[in-house]
């Protein structure tokens, strides 16, 4: 038991030393590791204090380098603004100086005028002073003078038997009669060297535009003739009971007469466009050698369709030949329809390109717009393109065409005055006016029938015997000159110049004509007798 107990409390106080040897080996490791990370914290906190205060050194010694750097250049700066604000003191100093010597310059110059002014103002007086004098000098001689008139005047009419008046009315009748006469005569020859000059100059500007102007001439006719192989193709084209004659009348709205001429066929109508459809549909259709009233109808269709392709190639020829640019398509397709559509005889296209190229040299002539010229030119006669279709004037047409599509105004003002239907306002419209006239008025331009030509005579001759003092008078080169005989007793030499204008304005207001019409008044006095 006690060798157990010893042995017990033997193992109990081993336990415990363990224990408290554990204990104390615990704490003198904690002990130890809470100094040695102290002394690594200390010396990590060094080497930070260290580093901040290395850094805090750079930036202060950076501050003091920016510091210095900024006061030196706010020193710069100030001595600049200085040395400018100097500079402008000493610009400003000197503009000073220069106005203060002009406004001495004005001052003297200012002076010196006052003093010319006052030596002028003397001046002026002395000589108002002499008017003075002379005035009254010569109002005391006009006195004198009216009374010497007065007396003069009495002296006359006891003389002469004759009152004042009656005096002044004969010596009136003199000087106007003297007056008229040599008016007359300088009036007359101021004329003629204005329209000697003028008739040169036009001359030449008519001569040189259609000399660069090669059109050619023909007369178109109303009926188209087309030759065929055979009279036996009569025949044909008339069809059974005449179906295939009809068919070809109705599809194309053309007379087709067939008579005895050989191998011939006529087709009559005043459209040239039908005309001419009729007629390329009668070659094809002989040529093709089907003939009946389907086919007829097939062919004309065909051919309306390539005359409308060829109408469209001719307004584009035209364009391009007058050099005139950015036609609207339907201007260029209606410019087309012109090749078949004449006037008096004439081609109305072939006219139309004549007064384009006549008008654009006659502008390069005369300083205008040539471009515009040939334009207005080309496209003064386009409403005959439809005139048969729309109510109106060839001119109201064209204008409304225009305007449709936008044409140049001076271009639309050319195509309405140039038949004179408004006053021409602009050199252009005038120039498209005179090119029409010529072309129109050339020699075997246009076809004009007997009843016309005889009508228009009559009227030119009733113009000049309406006036007092004509005895006979003669319409001669075809319209183009009058001569009129007037009555030497109720005429003097003087008078005629007058009737001769008179006459011409007359036949300008009344009458309608291409080109110009010569008056030619003439006063002849004979004396007869007879020996016995």
């Not at 009971?241 to 194309?252: F, K, L, P, W, Y």
């Not at 001419?276 to 086919?295: C, F, M, Q, T």
Request: net charge negative.
């Amino acid at each position: 038991m006690l060798n157990l107990g010893s042995l017990l409390l033997g193992n109990a106080g081993l336990t415990i030393g363990l224990s408290v040897g554990i204990v104390v080996a615990f704490v003198l490791g904690g002990l130890i590791g809470w100094l040695v990370i102290n002394k690594l914290t200390r010396g990590k906190l060094g080497s930070v204090q260290d580093e901040c205060e290395r850094m805090r050194n750079d930036a202060r010694s950076q501050a003091d380098a920016y510091l210095k750097e900024s006061r030196l250049e706010i020193s710069e700066e100030r001595q600049r603004m200085r040395s400018e604000i100097e500079r402008e003191r000493r610009d400003s100093r000197a503009e000073q100086q220069r106005a203060e010597h002009r406004l001495s310059q004005r001052e003297d110059q200012i002076a010196s005028r006052e003093l010319l002014l006052d030596k002028k103002s003397i001046a002026i007086d002395e000589q108002k002073s002499e008017l003075e004098a002379k005035q009254r000098g010569i109002a005391a001689l006009q006195e004198e003078l009216a009374q010497a008139h007065e007396k003069m005047s009495a002296e006359l009419q006891r003389v002469s038997g004759m009152t004042a008046e009656e005096a002044k009315q004969i010596l009136m009748e003199q000087l106007l009669d003297e007056v008229r006469k040599d008016a007359a005569v300088k009036a007359k020859e101021i004329e003629q060297a204005a329209k000697d000059e003028a008739d040169k100059k036009a001359k030449n500007i008519i001569a040189l535009a259609v000399q660069r102007c090669a059109a050619d001439h023909a007369s178109e006719i109303s009926v188209s003739t087309v030759t065929l192989p055979g009279d036996d193709m009569k025949g044909r084209l008339i069809g059974r009971v005449g179906r295939n004659i009809r068919a070809i009348e109705n599809s194309t709205g053309v007379d087709l007469i067939i008579d005895d001429t050989p191998d011939v066929v006529t087709v009559s109508a005043f459209d040239p466009v039908r005309r001419e459809i009729a007629k390329l549909a009668i070659e094809k259709l002989v040529s093709d050698g089907r003939i009946h009233p389907a086919r007829i109808e097939e062919t004309v269709d065909k051919v309306k369709r390539e005359l409308e392709a060829q109408m469209k190639q001719a307004g584009e020829d035209a364009a391009f030949d007058a050099n005139v640019l950015g036609l609207h398509s339907e201007i260029i397709r209606l410019l087309g329809r012109l090749k078949y559509r004449t006037s008096y005889g004439q081609n109305v296209l072939k006219h139309s390109l004549e007064v384009s190229y006549l008008a654009g040299a006659m502008a390069s002539e005369l300083g205008a717009d040539v471009k515009l010229c040939r334009r207005a030119g080309l496209l003064h006669d386009i409403g005959k393109a439809i005139d048969h279709e729309v109510e109106g004037t060839h001119i109201s047409i064209g204008v409304e065409l225009c305007k449709k599509f936008r044409e140049n105004p001076a271009v639309i003002h050319a195509i309405e005055a140039h038949h004179g239907d408004v006053e021409a306002r602009t050199l252009e419209a005038v120039i498209v006016q005179s090119a029409d006239a010529i072309s129109g008025a050339r020699p075997g331009a246009r076809r004009e029938s007997v009843e016309n030509y005889v009508r228009r005579l009559e009227k030119i001759e009733n113009v000049a015997n309406s006036f007092a003092g004509v005895e006979q008078s003669y319409a001669i080169q075809a319209g183009r000159e009058i001569r009129v005989i007037v009555k030497p007793e109720e005429v003097d030499d003087s008078a005629t110049m007058f009737m001769a204008k008179e006459i011409a304005r007359k036949l300008e207001a009344e009458l309608d004509y291409p080109g110009q019409i010569k008056v030619n008044v003439i006063r002849e006095l004979r004396s007869v007798e007879y020996a016995k």
